[in-house]
């Protein structure tokens, strides 16, 4: 098999992205996770790692990231919702041994010069991978590796996931400021989805009317009526509360 760069790059890419949607649709549709489209991704990947034309360092990191998050499956099958997160996975049911065949292909992958995406998925993966849960977790090493992979890579997208790391690590008032940065700092065609996250995050912070104020903007911002409908029961929502505090103020004056 004779692959040019660009080529194994678009291929690469195909395999990293059909591999998300497995675990984007189960996500989605709250449904379990399709296996065997994983599977399928990483015996690809693998078969890439043997050939000497395709065995470059991104290929072998992105097997990396498949095997370490491929690891935590059987945490998440046969639970639904917030159960299926990160912190809240039992870990001891990880799969052990993809866990140390993704550690062992990671150090694989740090042998050439070219850092990746998906070096960054696979390091963030493995300290995940590393932690006995999710306090102990190393989530400043985490933020400093999209700190690393933005200072060459500066995408809206790495940087959002930041900014979620940073939630984890600092609060939803960290997370705040890193998403209003993002505002800032980048030019997007629509940004209701980022303002529809400070809204969310001031409303979890119980702040209804920076909540309100976002939740405006971003229903303004949105084309479908699928959203303009989502934001309409989420500024109803803040007004409800604000006239609840409201009451409640007055009540307590007299």
Request: charged share 30%; hydrophobic share 35%.
């Amino acid at each position: 098999m004779n692959e040019g760069s660009e080529a194994l790059t678009c291929r690469l890419k195909k395999l990293y992205t059909a591999f998300n949607q497995a675990f984007q649709a189960a996500e989605e549709q709250d449904c379990e996770i399709d296996t065997q489209l994983c599977s399928e991704a990483i015996e690809e990947t693998r078969s890439l790692c043997t050939d000497p034309l395709t065995n470059k360092p991104e290929t072998l990191a992105l097997l990396s990231y498949m095997l370490l998050k491929t690891s935590k499956i059987p945490a998440i099958l046969g639970v639904i919702g917030k159960k299926r997160e990160l912190k809240y996975q039992d870990r001891s049911l990880w799969d052990k041994a993809l866990i140390e065949e993704g550690l062992e292909h990671l150090n694989k992958s740090a042998e050439g010069n070219t850092v990746s995406v998906y070096h960054l998925k696979a390091a963030v993966s493995a300290c995940h991978s590393l932690a006995k849960d999710s306090k102990s977790t190393d989530w400043k090493h985490i933020v400093s590796l999209y700190d690393r992979y933005l200072s060459f890579n500066n995408s809206v997208e790495i940087a959002l996931e930041r900014a979620e790391v940073i939630s984890s690590y600092k609060g939803a008032r960290a997370e705040i400021k890193a998403i209003e940065e993002i505002i800032g700092n980048y030019t997007l065609n629509s940004k209701h989805h980022l303002y529809e996250k400070l809204g969310n995050l001031h409303s979890r912070l119980h702040e209804y009317k920076d909540a309100l104020k976002y939740f405006e903007i971003a229903s303004r911002q949105a084309q479908s009526k699928t959203d303009k409908s989502k934001f309409k029961k989420k500024i109803q929502y803040c007004k409800m509360r604000l006239d609840y505090k409201k009451k409640y103020t007055l009540e307590l004056s007299f």
